[in-house]
């Protein structure tokens, strides 16, 4: 049972315009989420996170969305450039006693910003 | 900050070897660290939970016995793939938790190919 959802593979986007990754997760007991971009042959890299008490976290040109009645948070990069054409993962977190919070990922969508 | 590193990046062993993989923190201390393993165009899959100085946590399906997990310190923890076989060829990354942290971020090591002949 996939407990985070990416329904998207794939997105192009045209360069300067905005890029909307989704994410929807099925277990309500998450209460963190955060967002990995990662290249081939590399380790995921740390972009945003924001925490369930929160509907909104942004950081530069990233912005992260929670909407928790809907268990759907999506991922804003406005405005997209070339360099940002990767694989975005979310990832949420639950607090389990015995546990260290494990991160449970989506399937990664592909991000291509065209020139 | 925040960085961890893998050793080796890549490595070819014959089948029936056993190979090691190390992951550091390098500027933060580590108290967890985490297994993860990569199959082509596929999410990440955690295997397995480091503890320093206790056992690792494995998950489902996973053969403790084969994936060795070693967290001897706050800063390194080791993953040993013992008689190697084909099947177990794979992209596997380690991450860790900053100790001092009140956040849930993982900070990732570059990953390891691990190719089994």
């Known amino acids: 049972d996939q407990q985070v959802k990416q329904n998207s593979p794939s997105l192009s986007v045209q360069e300067g315009r905005i890029s909307i990754l989704n994410c929807d997760y099925t277990n309500s007991m998450f209460d963190y989420f955060l967002w990995y971009k990662k290249y081939p042959a590399e380790g995921p890299t740390f972009l945003i996170s924001i925490s369930s008490i929160k509907d909104k976290n942004e950081d530069g040109r990233f912005t992260v969305f929670l909407n928790k009645s809907a268990k759907h948070l999506s991922l804003h990069i406005v405005p997209s450039q070339p360099g940002d054409s990767a694989v975005y993962f979310c990832?949420?977190?639950?607090?389990?006693?015995?546990?260290?919070?494990?991160?449970?990922f989506g399937s990664g969508t592909q991000l291509t910003v065209l020139p | 900050g925040a960085v961890v590193s893998q050793h080796p990046s890549w490595v070819i062993c014959k089948s029936g070897t056993s190979v090691k993989i190390e992951c550091r923190s390098l500027?933060?201390?580590?108290?967890?660290m985490f297994w993860y393993r990569q199959f082509p165009k596929q999410s990440l899959m955690l295997m397995a939970t480091?503890?320093?100085?206790?056992?690792?946590?494995?998950e489902q399906g996973v053969e403790k016995d084969k994936f060795l997990i070693n967290h001897a310190s706050l800063t390194l923890s080791t993953l040993t793939v013992t008689s190697a076989h084909p099947e177990d060829s794979s992209f596997y990354i380690c991450?860790?938790?900053?100790?001092?942290?009140?956040?849930?971020?993982?900070?990732f090591g570059p990953g390891t190919r691990l190719t089994v002949t």
């Open positions: 500027d933060f201390q580590a108290t967890t």
């Open positions: 990832a949420a977190t639950f607090f389990s006693s015995g546990s260290a919070r494990q991160l449970t």
């Open positions: 991450s860790a938790r900053d100790l001092a942290s009140v956040s849930y971020e993982q900070y």
């Open positions: 480091s503890n320093e100085g206790s056992k690792a946590t494995y």
